[in-house]
């Protein structure tokens, strides 16, 4: 994932703010790229642990 880096690494944060009010994060682009390698939404959520709402 993207997190991962050498210790003494330079970071950079990006956010991209939509004139909408939404924007895009460095975790919303890790997710969308668990969605692209497992090629399904409730699979992505499993292996990040991100709920998906469903209760049952």
């Known amino acids: 994932m993207m997190g991962r880096k050498a210790p003494d ?3 950079l944060e990006l ?3 939509f004139a909408n ?3 895009v ?3 919303d682009i ?3 790229e668990a969605v692209r ?3 399904s939404i409730l ?3 499993k292996a990040t642990g991100v709920p998906t ?3 049952g």
């Open 43 to 45: 699979a992505a959520s």
């Open 37 to 39: 390698r497992a090629r």
């Open 30 to 32: 890790d997710l969308i």
């Open 9 to 11: 690494a330079t970071q």
């Open 21 to 23: 009010g939404g924007t």
């Open 53 to 55: 709402g469903n209760a």
């Open 25 to 27: 994060t460095a975790e």
């Open 15 to 17: 956010t991209i703010r």
